[in-house]
């Protein structure tokens, strides 16, 4: 962006007719000076020339080249051609915001910021980003969206460096970072904003979302707490972590789960389904849970509800190959043949030459006396000159399924066919 807008600049010798004096400054005949291309032109001529194209090419060269050499110079230069421009600029900028003419009102807020750098105008601009961001997001253009919201947090830092410890540049970065989920960067911004905030009721704000996020992160610890100790098979002390997460949050599904997790490895199934059925009473439903819940009936010998169980989770998600495993391995204990092949195809198709679904459909055409087919890979042709929309598709479809991998494994004890855990 930045480019493009310099590319409608020239810059030109200053002609003696231009004048511009004031709080000290005068010209300096001997400096080289932007001016702004008329709109659609690639070349200057002499009856473009004036002082409004000058402050004009001023403008942007103040606006997206704050490095330029002589970007003191202009600044002063414009200052003393019209000391009200900058606030003129900001009436115009939050005209343009609100038409949501974003580029424009961009160009404009850094004028302001970069005239006449203020809090506000800090501010102003980061707000502006914010709103960039937004529109983005609701165009689908993920990219864009990250960009702006990388911008907005860059000028409030950019803020902090300029102003020092700024009350409300602080509460701005606080509240973003809380936005983004970034909860120990706001808890850290709100106790610097505290430090330094006169008291008011804006005060009481701040110091009441502190409290909520210094609550969160306390209890995401004992979220995290809980898992790693489930994971490290101290189950003791993952039901230690979870019961005191939801003493705190009694409404938050994801303690519960956790606990029953923990309570099933320790054998206590009766226990373990309660809080998986709490788990559904709160609005959760996962195929991890009736996974789990399938397991509990299992160990407890309601084999009937534990394919129940199993086939919940398998509708709510047909590629968890646990669960598929999990299904085709009760099928063919209980000689339900027709139902286990079903279910060992589901999960050839989906794992490849997995060693557990091998084991299966051996276990399956040894019982059966049917074998089941290798599988088919088809091949589909494309030509030359759909090649390279057809690979940009499939590096789009890699990504998309690369940042949605992110399944939980759990070990099934009890004789039930299992995945181990990464």
Not at 12 to 18: C, K, L, V
Request: proline residues 2%; aromatic residues 8%.
């Amino acid at each position: 962006m930045k480019d493009d807008r310099l590319k409608t600049i020239r810059y030109i010798r200053i002609p003696d007719t231009i004048k511009a004096e004031g709080d000290g400054f005068s010209i300096d005949p001997d400096k080289r000076i932007p001016i702004q291309l008329p709109p659609g032109s690639s070349s200057l001529k002499k009856e473009d020339i004036s002082l409004e194209a000058i402050i004009s090419g001023m403008l942007t060269v103040v606006a997206y080249d704050e490095g330029n050499e002589d970007f003191q110079y202009f600044r002063s230069f414009i200052l003393a051609a019209d000391p009200s421009l900058p606030e003129k600029l900001n009436q115009a900028a939050i005209a343009k915001e609100k038409q949501k003419d974003y580029d424009f009102a961009e160009e404009l807020f850094l004028a302001v910021y970069h005239l006449l750098p203020q809090s506000a105008s800090c501010i102003n601009l980061a707000t502006l980003y914010s709103y960039m961001a937004v529109d983005a997001r609701d165009k689908k253009d993920d990219r864009k969206e990250t960009e702006y919201l990388l911008d907005a947090r860059h000028t409030l830092q950019d803020g902090i460096k300029r102003f020092g410890e700024n009350a409300q540049i602080l509460s701005e970065l606080a509240s973003f970072e809380a936005y983004m989920g970034n909860l120990e960067e706001a808890r850290d911004y709100l106790e610097r904003y505290l430090a330094v905030a006169e008291e008011g009721e804006k005060k009481e704000e701040m110091k009441a979302l502190l409290k909520r996020i210094a609550l969160q992160i306390e209890n995401d610890e004992e979220i995290k707490e809980a898992y790693d100790a489930i994971m490290l098979d101290n189950n003791r002390k993952a039901i230690e972590s979870s019961s005191a997460f939801i003493e705190k949050n009694p409404k938050v599904w994801n303690g519960y789960f956790l606990r029953a997790w923990a309570l099933r490895k320790e054998g206590r199934y009766s226990e373990a389904k309660n809080d998986l059925l709490e788990c559904i009473k709160l609005g959760e439903s996962s195929s991890d849970i009736y996974n789990e819940l399938s397991i509990c009936e299992l160990e407890e010998g309601d084999r009937e509800l534990a394919k129940t169980y199993l086939e919940t989770a398998a509708d709510l998600d047909g590629s968890n190959l646990t669960v598929l495993s999990n299904l085709a391995y009760l099928y063919l204990q209980d000689g339900q043949l027709d139902e286990a092949r079903e279910y060992l195809e589901k999960a050839r198709f989906i794992s490849g030459d997995d060693r557990i679904i091998s084991s299966l459909i051996e276990e399956y055409e040894k019982i059966s006396g049917e074998k089941i087919g290798e599988l088919i890979h088809e091949e589909i042709v494309h030509s030359d000159d759909e090649d390279d929309g057809y690979q940009a598709e499939l590096a789009e479809i890699a990504k998309d399924a690369e940042e949605h991998q992110c399944h939980h494994h759990h070990d099934h004890e009890g004789g039930c066919c299992c995945h181990d855990k990464d």
